[in-house]
């Protein structure tokens, strides 16, 4: 589907590539927006084609990251919880950004949190029950009332876009009782009420995750979210969503959720829709995938983990082995590639940053082959802030850039040394062939590949400088291709179509 919503908007087929515009300590003050307007002809036109962008609704306090959820239909327009603007700026400045990205070729996804809300306007009491941290199924009290923040009723902005008011019977869980001020899961008492049974089973149920936890079996919820699904793409100009929490989340309801903003009247019939489905187990994200009924796309957390275990056992690695067991290598259309994002950043809940030496080779790997959806993050891009700030990739904007212009065709693998592996893209009539060579080994890489005896006298060279000189085509097509140690090369010829548009030192 992703194919779908990029060619929906820029009318041709062509290598899409995501990017991840925010991490978790990008600058807040209300400028993300601007950021991504300004930055958005730069995108363009290293071949960025859409833009995954951090929850643009209201949070709970001014400085909210957006997963603090208060309320969905408040984009930075209302006067709720300390200020109008989020803390990525008005609703004025995203509708702007997404149009003029929208101009230069860049579609937007909206970052969708449904699973919880945080931040209410009053407390309720209400029948619970405390159940253990490490199995919600296991009741550890008895049944008792608690005053929970679970009333909603949205002051700043009424009933404008929509008059649903949130109380305790929307809720399955809250995570504190005001009344003894205990901190702990509380499954709230009712009628039906129960926890999710199509979420992942971790703590015997991991329906619950944070804050008041959202009841997705109740109508007025399904109505109401739906509702807020059709008017936030239509009132953005956005072709998609990106899910957080969905193991979290009933599948049932993720499932009619994209089935209804996709057959909606005034919906997008090619909406992209991925989730963060964060587990290390190739069959349960493809068992979630084939449970939904529709297609959906998830990131490929197998595959990072992988890159991470890369990064770390460096030459010790066989780099045959990296596709093995992910979501990529079982359902190549319905994989998200990345190598880090906002939560496996240094320093956050998911941890799991990739090394510097190898985040070349593994942007490589997701960039220039032909399976996945490639997303690249903003941190890998623009560099880390917080306490342990992270330098950006060197030459990032160039590897995109070379998924743009070289990345097309039919693949051939030369994938015979645990150390030292390379491919072929054969290119188009619009496009020429590249080979990518990749090496993790302490000394330099070379590889003997046969790129076609149409190439015969051609002269390559490594289109990012990382490995200086050239190799010329013999009459047969073959030629020895090199990379650093530890590094990558991209080679394509020298008058190959685009190269202008590298920097020149």
Known sequence: MAHHANEDHRGKPGNYTMMQFFEWYAEGDGVHWK??????D????????????PPPTKGSSPEGTGYDIYDLWDLGEFDQKGNKRTKWGSKEDLLRAIKVAAEKGVITYIDAVLNHKAGADDKEEFLATMV???????????TH???GWTKFTFPGRGEQYSDM????????GVDYDAKTETNAVFKIQGDGKTWAEDVDKENGSFDYLMFADIDHAHPDVEADLNKWGDWVLKETGAYGFRFDAVKHISQAFIAQFVQHIRSSEGGKPKAFCVGEFWKDSVDTLVAYLEGLGTQFSCFDSCLQAKFKEAGEARENFDLRTIFDNTLVQRRPVD???????HDTQVGQSLERWVSSSFKPLAYALILMRVDGYPCVFYGDMYGCGGENPQKPVSQL???????KLFAYGELHDYWDHPNCVAWVRKGDEEHDSSVTIICNGKSEGSKKIEVGKEHAGEKWTDVLGWHQGEVTIDEE????????????????KTDARGREEFKKD
């Open 477 to 492: 097509g073959w030629a020895e291709f090199y990379c650093p140690a530890e590094s990558m090369s991209i080679w394509t």
């Open 335 to 341: 994989a998200v590639t990345l190598v880090d994002n």
């Open 35 to 40: 950021k991504y307007e300004s930055e958005s």
């Open 165 to 172: 008011k949130w109380n305790y019977n929307h809720f399955t």
């Open 145 to 147: 009332n608690i005053e």
């Open 42 to 53: 730069r995108l363009a036109s290293m071949g960025i084609t859409a833009c995954w962008l």
């Open 132 to 142: 253990a941290e490490d199995d919600r199924t296991k009741e550890v009290s008895d």
């Open 397 to 403: 904007e160039d590897i995109v850039r070379c998924r």
